[in-house]
């Protein structure tokens, strides 16, 4: 019975003395957790995400996949709420197989997994956390953010805003009920108060994220009579509000911003002259991205196989691939071509700089991304039947980013209109 | 301040509509079968779900357009053709004179089926279609552009009102449902056919549910959740006028309208709230709610 104990032991510490050397094999497959909303409302952003990493995914491993190794992807819809989607991230978390979590789409749930990801010490890649409350403390080890966050998302908007319409006196403000829309208004607000303090906002509404009616919130911002109406609904919340608000002169009698409105230029009768943006560099009809054979090749493909366009929600997921993608590369690189361990890549990730599909991403030392902003006007095209983003503007992703460790309201309340005048003037991006 | 008032009256009045539609079958059903409907909210989604679905269907073979209201009526009748007799024979029947956790875990169940069954002929994107809404225009009060399809709202369910009354209070039909209600044991005796008229009645519940989602669709997406969320509040409404009485349910519906829309006017941060905020003050003062009552059962 003794030697039994024995041998046991000692094939315990056999086995754990061999696990390091056998996690660096090549696996035969490298499992991704990809989180997004693929039902409900929601999915109207989601799923665009999802048929972005599917054909990412699938021209990674028409290439020969990641070191060798092929993609495989487990997608998880973030609709079934944050319990859900911790439940089966811990599940996903403990299969070996699974080394990166593309996750979330949410603020909310990113905020919900990222204790959860420190904790696993699973690399975790926001593939759209907005929140700027993901990495404040700067103390984070496996999660990272490569798509730039809320502060320089929303400041880009009162920039913007304020060169193309100076003169604004009164903004009316209707964000979805939960982190991303107060954080959005939070931002906004202290942008414009910071850069013009006479703005006066006229009425806050914040509906039910999923809400389908918003006919008494469009009488409400009516009856205010804003020079502006600022929004970052999303998704089919979006839609609805757009159609909605549409026939009923919203965008006639005020100037109106839809901070995620690329999203839907597709799929509803946008009129011009709407501030939109990509909250980031995502803009697949960007000088930059035309310039880039790649993207354009992704980009016919998307059209090719989901018979729209890539809106920015894809590139956004395109770009979370590619950055994935580059950091097993330097891990590699770094550890002489052996299969990296999930520490290794987040260690490759940390500090790094990616050519992505739209720009760069580059990651600082609190894990947060800087991304260029793109911000301009719904105009009428010659080549599509539907509106495209006009007197566009490109701002660098560090201009509008506080440092790390600083606390961003605080920072906007220190910017100035001389800033504002240092940046580049809408249409200076073609 | 006829400027601010006309704006609130109107909102509340078209917010009023459409929570009556949600909630009016859900009443009726109650009135009549004493079931506490679970399933009703999914009712209520596969109705706007049918009526997208027909509405997008005319429009892609460039029919005339005006054909899309007479969808809107005839999805509702579809919904209540199919599901009406087919769960009340097969489910709902064995629920009768049971107690209400029986009730409630049988269409709660039921509930769970056609949630499920609406991601699987319906996928799980959102449905648009607002053809009828964009064919009525809009009108200008007060400086607010409202939609010309809000008003016809607010008529219709005026109309269901009365035809409601009409029915229950004028017709055969109704009349003998009043005995049902008053005494099943003594109807049966004097030859009513009980079943028959639990299921008409358990039908037209279902037509009253399908008809608020497909007159919703035109103005609102459909999509997977909204049938729970319409439970909710259908259950609210409900409790606020008093369970199973259709009067009750249309003051009710005004009461959360008007809840609602001050909420998103003067403090919007309480809109979430302000419905079972209304359901909380009106149960402390009427537990039985304003039309109910612990011994007389009316419809």
Known sequence: MKRIGLSAVALTIGLAAAWPAAAQEKPDALGLGIFTFTSGPAAAYGMPGKNAADLMIEQINAKGGIGGVPVSATYVDEAQGAQGVIAEYRRLAADAKNQVMVAALSSANCLALAPIAEQLEIPTVGWNCDTHQLLTDGKSKYVFRPNGNTVPEFIAYAIYLLDRKPDVKTVAIINPDYAFGHDAATIFKAALKALKPDVEVVAELYPKLGSPNYQTEISRLTTAHPDVVFSNLWGGDLENFVRQASPRGLFRSSQVILALGETVLQRVDLPEGVIVGVLGDGWWMSPDAKANPETAAFVAAYKARFGEYPVFPSIKMANTLIYVKAAYQAAMQKNGGKWPTRAEIAEAMKASKVATLTGTTETRADNDGLVDQIVGVTVKSPDHPFPVIGQMVRYKGDKLMPQAGQDPIGWISTLTPEFAKSLPKPGSYK | ?299
């Open chain 2, 1 to 299: 301040m006829l400027n601010a008032i006309i704006p609130l009256l109107l909102d509340s009045l078209a917010s009023a509509a459409l929570i009556f539609f949600a909630a009016v079958g859900l009443t009726l059903v109650f009135s009549v079968l004493r079931v506490l409907n679970v399933a009703h909210g999914s009712l209520y989604s596969i109705g706007g779900y049918v009526a997208a679905s027909a509405c997008l269907f005319i429009a892609s073979r460039q029919m005339n357009p005006y054909l899309s209201f007479v969808a809107l009526l005839f999805s509702a009748v579809f919904v209540a053709a199919i599901f009406g007799p087919v769960v009340e024979r097969s489910l709902v029947r064995w629920t009768y004179g049971k107690s209400e956790a029986v009730q409630i875990l049988i269409t709660f169940g039921l509930f769970l089926m056609l949630e499920d069954l609406q991601r699987m002929i319906f996928g799980v994107q959102s449905y648009y279609e607002d053809t009828p809404m964009r064919l009525l225009g809009t009108t200008n009060l007060s400086g607010v552009v409202y939609l010309n399809y809000q008003i016809v709202l607010i008529v219709m369910a005026v109309a269901v009102v009365v035809g409601l009354r009409f029915l229950i209070r004028h017709t055969r039909t109704g009349r003998l449902m009043t005995a049902v209600v008053a005494d099943r044991e003594m109807a049966q005796a004097v030859g009513i056919d009980t079943n028959r008229i639990f299921m008409l009645a358990f039908s037209l519940g279902v037509f009253l549910a399908a008809l608020g989602g497909a007159l919703a669709t035109p103005t609102s997406g459909i999509a997977p959740g909204l049938g729970a969320d319409t439970m909710v509040l259908a259950f609210a409404v409900a409790a606020i006028g008093g369970l199973g009485q259709i009067e009750g349910a249309a003051v009710a519906s005004l009461i959360v309208g008007l809840a609602r829309v001050l909420a998103i006017y003067v403090a919007p941060e309480l809109d979430a709230v302000a419905p079972y905020a209304a359901m909380l003050v009106v149960l402390l003062i009427r537990p039985y709610g304003l039309f109910g009552s612990t011994s007389v059962r009316r419809v």
